[in-house]
């Protein structure tokens, strides 16, 4: 290993144009000729339009163009779609109402696009916007999901009878029925999951330009996937076809999830800049970006979990109905169901799991993955009951956790997933450590000393990550594959360029996907580039979500480089008229084993473009590719423990520490690890304290900014204890698991069993707001 | 319309806008310095933090026009002859950054509560002194960690020229 290889702290490669003010987001993208757009959206949560005037709003100063729905139908630009499709447990499909990227008859949330001004400046746009006339005819409204399956509720599309979209199960309810009956304890909580908005700070914005010299299209465009968004606005959309369309997510200000999905304004923006002729740029406000982005959440679940006499777990059962908004967004069908239910059996050996989910349609913004996307509300679910389990058996939370552990692998759960490997007694003993479990009774004492309210709760998630293997995803309803794919190009002097269908978006991909280049050939990681972000770049790529960056993303790259090493080798054994299976690459050059023979690498890659001496037969140049597809998913798995002091005066909770032991398999830059966990801690602790996205009766978003919206700040939060273990994944070249969702996934089940274990009440909901957790510790339990 | 002249980053430099035009925009728009983000309405999430007249402000939270006359710095003007201010070396060592897109703010209000408080500046103040910044990916943790390491930087290297 180098300095710079896998394992080691490096600074990252990225930081410097970030800090100086040179970072590249698509809000600061300017092309000659360009305008800007502003979309007419509906301030109705539900409504038919009867008409839409924009006579007066294209007379104002400024003014291009105002375009609507019914000239988009006209163009044919077809509905968006979801990508994965779902099964009822009658065998019929998912309901998937019509989503036009410009409602022509009916708006079903507020925010819902309806049309486009296209303006010299921003305010002119905004100022036009306000004067499109949109003869709306409200109709009633639903948005409690509870509520939306009830009959003669509101109907949000015809397709789907009492607003629901599908009614889906996994695993085997007989089977857990009868465990319940023999049961020696059942433990009954009714959980819910509160909405989010994922807030990255960076706005959405794209910026459509049509070339009508090339007939060519280009968008740049907030992107965590842009293969993806290519593949899906030229084969869905009609709105460009493939090989004509470029699609650009250069720096990026944050995902989280919101960012993977294609919205109206993208197809929109670059549709309405063929329409007018010029390059046509839309940023997202903070306020639209509550209206429109994809939150995350909304599960109203009850669950049953079933003891034997030995406190073995023998069963679970989970009923829970999912809110996906007013329309199915890309990836929102799977979110509440594979990514959710495959992951109930969390680190523990349950026999027999039974899931049922509802899906449903309400007046909301469409709800689809956010930060850990279904194995958040997985281990919410499953955390809070272990906890409550233990409790009313009068055992202590780790005794009843370790006595079900799962504890050799692989293991099978009865909900499809094969977990691969891990030691989760490794993280329990590692976090309980940190944390001084055993010194807690004398800091409660202490505390209740001051007249605060002092408690301890810890939670054990298990992720399924590093999203793929293509079949299994497509065997389950998926309608792409997630492999990933890598390009190494050797330039002529030896310097290097990965082009990889990873996008980074925060996650330090320019310094990690460099490490393990620099590892590899002993270069210094000045001499690597890593590209990403751009279809006309990179040769295929499915992006990043799901931690699969480092699983699928560098294994793609480690296998490409395994090509490359072994052309550089061939052509190294020849210069150097040595046999092949004798050159070993170090420390930037190709050495004949055993001897004092070698190449310097750049030699090696010079003579490769040369083409003067090569092996007979062996093509010029340096340059590999790579797809990579894995057998499984990966699991990382952790134990995270939160101690908290909660006034009774007040309610407020204040958190004293957090400590997160994960495993996350090999690692390649522990410091980017560890900020990928304190960043995922923050959002689980905004979950569990503060964040909440809430409408009114009418449909009305009531946090639609952040003075309505509770986003942790500093003062928030505390320092974190982060530590890992690191049992290799045996299923990806590397070894590594994926770490970007943990911290999320973990936190908030620590967090609220430690406030419930403060005030000895267990009826808490999220956000633990100082109001509620004030009127439930007046309460106890 | 109103022809604004004002010091930026120690030049001087002029533009015409709109009455209505934020301090925010003048920069982003007529001056090409991107740097200066946008995150929010309502002046909560601190990504338009630059300094004027040597004190920090929201930049979108003042008229380009109040700002007329006044000595500027955005993030590009804080690193000097290619070297990285010592608290943008900070944000660099300590991880203090993922996405960036809050850095030039954090950074911004990070070098006017150092002028403010020196060394003097423990963890609690720094946490207290964030409230106007919003970070959506770092937790803060690393932020804090940077923060006070320039802190105590900067401190030693005054105590050490004094
Ligand atoms: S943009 Fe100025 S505070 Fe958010
Ligand atoms: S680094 Fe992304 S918001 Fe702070």
Redesign the pocket.
Known sequence: MGVDGIGARVARKEDRRFLTGKGRYTDDMSVPGMKYAAFVRSPHAHATIAGIDATAARAMPGVIDVLDGRQLLADGIGNLICGWMIHSKDGSPMKMGAWRPLADKTVRYVGDAVAIVVADSVAEARDAAEAVVVDYEPLPVVTDPVQALADGQPQLHPEAANNLIFDWELGDAAAVDRALAAAAHVTELKIFNNRLSPNPMEPRATLGIYDAGDDHYTCYTTSQNPHLARLVMSAFYNVAPENKLRVIAPDVGGGFGSKIYIYPEEIVCLWASKRTGVPVKWTSDRTEAFLTDAHGRDHVSTVKMAFDAGNGITALKVDTIANLGAYMSLFSSCVPTYLYATLLSGQYDIPAIHANVRTVYTNTVPVDAYRGAGRPEATYLLERTMETAARELGLSPAELRRTNFVRSFPHQTPVIMNYDAGDYEASLDAAMAAADWSGFAARKAEAEGRGMKRGIGMSCYIEACGLAPSAAVGSLGAGVGLWESAEVKVNMVGTIEVMTGSHSHGQGHETTFAQLVADRLGLPIDSINIVHGDTDKVQMGMGTYGSRSGAVGMSALAKALDKVEAKAKKIAAHLMEADESDIVIEDGALKVAGTDKSVPWFQMALAAYTAHNLPPGLEPGLKESAFYDPANFTFPAGCYICEVEVDPETGRTTVIQFVAADDFGNIINPMIVEGQVHGGIAQGIGQALLEEVRYDDSGQLLTASYLDYAMPRAEDLPSFTVSTSNTPCPNNPLGVKGCGEAGAIGSPPALINAITDAIGNNQLTMPATAEKVWAAAQTGN | MAKITMTVNGRQVSGVCDDRTLL?HFIRENLGLTGTH???DT??????VVHMDGQSV????ILAAQAAGSAITTIEGLAQNGELHPVQAAFKAHHGLQCGFCTPGMVMTAVDMIRRHGSALDEAMVRAELEGNICRCTGYHNIVKAILAAAHEMGGVRQAAE
């Not at chain 2, 002046?43 to 338009?48: E, F, I, L, V, Y």
């Not at chain 2, 929201?58 to 939270?61: A, L, P, R």
């Open positions: 925010v946008v995150g929010c002046s909560q999430c601190g990504a338009c929201k930049s979108c939270s």
